[in-house]
T-cell receptor, first 114, second 115 residues
Protein backbone atom coordinates (compact mmCIF):
# COMPACT_ATOMS: atom_id res chain seq x y z
CA UNK A 1 0.00 0.00 0.00
CA UNK A 2 0.89 3.67 -0.07
CA UNK A 3 3.13 5.16 2.59
CA UNK A 4 4.81 8.45 3.48
CA UNK A 5 7.99 8.84 5.50
CA UNK A 6 8.99 12.24 6.76
CA UNK A 7 11.79 13.62 8.84
CA UNK A 8 11.56 12.91 12.55
CA UNK A 9 11.15 15.95 14.70
CA UNK A 10 11.22 18.09 16.58
CA UNK A 11 13.10 20.65 14.51
CA UNK A 12 14.23 23.84 16.24
CA UNK A 13 15.53 26.80 14.26
CA UNK A 14 16.34 30.44 14.80
CA UNK A 15 14.38 33.09 12.93
CA UNK A 16 15.62 33.64 9.34
CA UNK A 17 17.25 30.20 9.17
CA UNK A 18 16.79 27.91 6.18
CA UNK A 19 14.29 25.09 6.58
CA UNK A 20 14.21 21.66 4.98
CA UNK A 21 11.81 18.91 6.02
CA UNK A 22 12.41 15.71 4.08
CA UNK A 23 9.56 13.59 2.75
CA UNK A 24 9.70 10.41 0.68
CA UNK A 25 6.83 8.24 -0.45
CA UNK A 26 5.88 4.83 -1.77
CA UNK A 27 2.87 4.64 -4.05
CA UNK A 28 1.46 2.93 -7.10
CA UNK A 29 0.50 5.00 -10.09
CA UNK A 30 0.83 8.77 -10.11
CA UNK A 31 -0.30 10.25 -6.80
CA UNK A 32 -0.69 13.93 -6.01
CA UNK A 33 1.54 15.20 -3.20
CA UNK A 34 0.75 17.68 -0.45
CA UNK A 35 2.11 19.50 2.53
CA UNK A 36 -0.34 20.33 5.30
CA UNK A 37 0.35 22.56 8.31
CA UNK A 38 -1.30 22.42 11.71
CA UNK A 39 -0.98 25.46 13.97
CA UNK A 40 -1.57 24.95 17.69
CA UNK A 41 -5.22 24.29 18.48
CA UNK A 42 -6.31 24.33 14.84
CA UNK A 43 -7.10 21.86 12.08
CA UNK A 44 -4.75 20.85 9.29
CA UNK A 45 -4.51 23.41 6.50
CA UNK A 46 -3.37 22.69 2.97
CA UNK A 47 -0.05 24.51 2.52
CA UNK A 48 0.87 23.49 -1.01
CA UNK A 49 0.41 20.72 -3.53
CA UNK A 50 1.87 19.22 -6.71
CA UNK A 51 -0.10 16.96 -9.00
CA UNK A 52 2.52 15.61 -11.41
CA UNK A 53 6.24 14.94 -11.69
CA UNK A 54 8.52 18.02 -11.70
CA UNK A 55 5.69 20.29 -10.54
CA UNK A 56 6.70 22.79 -7.87
CA UNK A 57 4.13 23.73 -5.27
CA UNK A 58 4.62 27.01 -3.44
CA UNK A 59 2.81 29.13 -0.87
CA UNK A 60 3.77 31.66 1.82
CA UNK A 61 7.47 31.31 0.97
CA UNK A 62 7.39 27.52 1.25
CA UNK A 63 8.06 25.33 -1.74
CA UNK A 64 8.39 21.66 -2.63
CA UNK A 65 9.14 19.88 -5.92
CA UNK A 66 7.60 16.55 -6.96
CA UNK A 67 10.59 14.32 -7.74
CA UNK A 68 9.44 11.05 -9.22
CA UNK A 69 12.96 9.68 -9.73
CA UNK A 70 13.73 9.94 -6.01
CA UNK A 71 10.08 9.61 -4.84
CA UNK A 72 10.52 12.73 -2.75
CA UNK A 73 8.68 15.96 -1.95
CA UNK A 74 10.94 17.90 0.44
CA UNK A 75 9.58 21.09 1.99
CA UNK A 76 11.86 24.16 1.99
CA UNK A 77 11.73 27.76 3.10
CA UNK A 78 14.56 30.21 2.77
CA UNK A 79 13.93 32.25 5.90
CA UNK A 80 11.61 31.01 8.63
CA UNK A 81 9.63 33.20 11.01
CA UNK A 82 8.40 32.58 14.54
CA UNK A 83 4.88 32.38 13.11
CA UNK A 84 5.90 29.30 11.08
CA UNK A 85 6.06 27.26 14.29
CA UNK A 86 3.64 24.39 13.71
CA UNK A 87 3.40 20.70 12.83
CA UNK A 88 3.97 19.92 9.14
CA UNK A 89 2.49 16.85 7.47
CA UNK A 90 3.50 15.40 4.12
CA UNK A 91 0.71 13.50 2.35
CA UNK A 92 -0.25 11.84 -0.90
CA UNK A 93 -3.52 10.96 -2.54
CA UNK A 94 -4.38 7.70 -4.22
CA UNK A 95 -4.37 7.71 -8.01
CA UNK A 96 -7.52 7.58 -10.07
CA UNK A 97 -11.00 7.23 -8.70
CA UNK A 98 -10.05 7.08 -5.03
CA UNK A 99 -7.97 10.25 -4.99
CA UNK A 100 -9.93 11.42 -1.93
CA UNK A 101 -7.99 8.90 0.15
CA UNK A 102 -5.04 10.74 1.67
CA UNK A 103 -2.05 8.99 3.26
CA UNK A 104 -0.09 11.08 5.77
CA UNK A 105 3.33 11.02 7.33
CA UNK A 106 3.66 11.23 11.11
CA UNK A 107 4.21 14.97 11.14
CA UNK A 108 7.25 17.10 12.00
CA UNK A 109 7.07 19.67 14.78
CA UNK A 110 8.88 22.89 13.88
CA UNK A 111 9.73 25.46 16.52
CA UNK A 112 11.22 28.79 15.44
CA UNK A 113 12.86 30.90 18.12
CA UNK A 114 13.25 34.68 17.87
CA UNK B 1 -15.80 31.03 11.45
CA UNK B 2 -16.82 29.10 8.35
CA UNK B 3 -14.29 26.32 8.87
CA UNK B 4 -14.89 22.66 9.64
CA UNK B 5 -16.24 22.31 13.16
CA UNK B 6 -15.73 19.30 15.38
CA UNK B 7 -17.06 18.64 18.83
CA UNK B 8 -16.26 17.82 21.42
CA UNK B 9 -12.58 18.73 21.23
CA UNK B 10 -11.74 16.34 24.04
CA UNK B 11 -13.73 13.28 25.07
CA UNK B 12 -13.02 10.87 27.90
CA UNK B 13 -14.83 7.53 28.02
CA UNK B 14 -14.50 4.45 30.18
CA UNK B 15 -14.03 1.07 28.52
CA UNK B 16 -17.35 -0.27 27.27
CA UNK B 17 -19.03 3.13 26.84
CA UNK B 18 -20.05 4.70 23.57
CA UNK B 19 -18.31 7.67 21.94
CA UNK B 20 -20.04 10.03 19.52
CA UNK B 21 -17.95 12.49 17.56
CA UNK B 22 -19.56 15.24 15.52
CA UNK B 23 -18.41 17.08 12.46
CA UNK B 24 -19.99 20.02 10.66
CA UNK B 25 -18.42 20.54 7.22
CA UNK B 26 -17.59 23.91 5.72
CA UNK B 27 -20.56 25.77 4.29
CA UNK B 28 -21.29 24.50 0.81
CA UNK B 29 -19.33 21.27 1.24
CA UNK B 30 -21.20 18.02 0.79
CA UNK B 31 -18.31 15.55 1.09
CA UNK B 32 -17.01 14.48 4.48
CA UNK B 33 -14.01 12.32 5.40
CA UNK B 34 -12.92 10.90 8.75
CA UNK B 35 -9.31 10.15 9.65
CA UNK B 36 -7.76 8.68 12.77
CA UNK B 37 -4.34 9.47 14.19
CA UNK B 38 -3.02 6.92 16.65
CA UNK B 39 -0.14 7.98 18.92
CA UNK B 40 3.16 8.31 17.05
CA UNK B 41 1.50 7.66 13.68
CA UNK B 42 0.21 9.66 10.71
CA UNK B 43 -3.44 10.25 9.97
CA UNK B 44 -5.18 7.21 8.47
CA UNK B 45 -8.26 7.37 6.25
CA UNK B 46 -11.36 5.79 7.76
CA UNK B 47 -14.46 6.69 5.75
CA UNK B 48 -15.83 8.96 3.02
CA UNK B 49 -19.45 10.10 3.12
CA UNK B 50 -21.77 12.23 1.10
CA UNK B 51 -25.21 13.30 2.31
CA UNK B 52 -27.08 10.12 3.31
CA UNK B 53 -24.51 7.88 1.59
CA UNK B 54 -21.39 6.03 2.62
CA UNK B 55 -19.08 6.10 -0.41
CA UNK B 56 -16.02 4.29 0.96
CA UNK B 57 -15.62 2.79 4.40
CA UNK B 58 -12.58 0.68 3.60
CA UNK B 59 -10.56 2.21 6.45
CA UNK B 60 -13.15 1.60 9.16
CA UNK B 61 -12.65 -1.23 11.64
CA UNK B 62 -15.21 -3.92 10.88
CA UNK B 63 -16.79 -3.90 14.33
CA UNK B 64 -17.98 -1.21 16.75
CA UNK B 65 -17.37 1.72 14.38
CA UNK B 66 -20.03 3.39 12.26
CA UNK B 67 -20.47 6.72 10.51
CA UNK B 68 -23.34 8.69 9.07
CA UNK B 69 -23.96 12.00 7.36
CA UNK B 70 -27.69 12.67 7.47
CA UNK B 71 -29.60 15.02 5.22
CA UNK B 72 -29.79 17.51 8.07
CA UNK B 73 -27.22 18.01 10.78
CA UNK B 74 -23.60 17.06 11.31
CA UNK B 75 -21.75 13.92 10.37
CA UNK B 76 -21.41 11.50 13.29
CA UNK B 77 -18.65 8.97 13.94
CA UNK B 78 -19.87 6.48 16.51
CA UNK B 79 -17.69 4.04 18.43
CA UNK B 80 -19.51 1.48 20.51
CA UNK B 81 -18.01 -0.35 23.50
CA UNK B 82 -14.78 1.61 23.37
CA UNK B 83 -11.47 -0.04 24.25
CA UNK B 84 -8.13 1.52 25.21
CA UNK B 85 -6.83 1.03 21.67
CA UNK B 86 -9.46 3.48 20.41
CA UNK B 87 -7.65 6.34 22.17
CA UNK B 88 -6.58 8.63 19.35
CA UNK B 89 -7.21 11.93 17.63
CA UNK B 90 -10.09 11.79 15.15
CA UNK B 91 -10.08 14.36 12.36
CA UNK B 92 -12.89 15.26 10.05
CA UNK B 93 -12.36 16.92 6.67
CA UNK B 94 -14.67 18.24 3.99
CA UNK B 95 -14.44 19.10 0.30
CA UNK B 96 -16.78 20.91 -2.06
CA UNK B 97 -16.99 18.34 -4.85
CA UNK B 98 -15.76 14.99 -6.04
CA UNK B 99 -13.49 16.25 -8.79
CA UNK B 100 -11.07 17.94 -6.41
CA UNK B 101 -11.78 15.77 -3.43
CA UNK B 102 -8.09 15.59 -2.57
CA UNK B 103 -8.27 19.25 -1.51
CA UNK B 104 -9.68 18.65 1.91
CA UNK B 105 -10.26 21.14 4.69
CA UNK B 106 -9.72 19.74 8.15
CA UNK B 107 -11.28 20.39 11.52
CA UNK B 108 -9.26 20.74 14.74
CA UNK B 109 -9.91 17.12 15.72
CA UNK B 110 -11.46 15.32 18.68
CA UNK B 111 -9.03 13.72 21.11
CA UNK B 112 -10.61 10.58 22.54
CA UNK B 113 -9.16 9.09 25.71
CA UNK B 114 -10.42 5.72 26.91
CA UNK B 115 -9.71 4.98 30.56
Amino acid sequence: GNSVTQMEGPVTLSEEAFLTINCTYTATGYPSLFWYVQYPGEGLQLLLKATKADDKGSNKGFEATYRKETTSFHLEKGSVQVSDSAVYFCALSDSGGSNYKLTFGKGTLLTVNP
Amino acid sequence: NAGVMQNPRHLVRRRGQEARLRCSPMKGHSHVYWYRQLPEEGLKFMVYLQKENIIDESGMPKERFSAEFPKEGPSILRIQQVVRGDSAAYFCASSPSGTRSYEQYFGPGTRLTVT
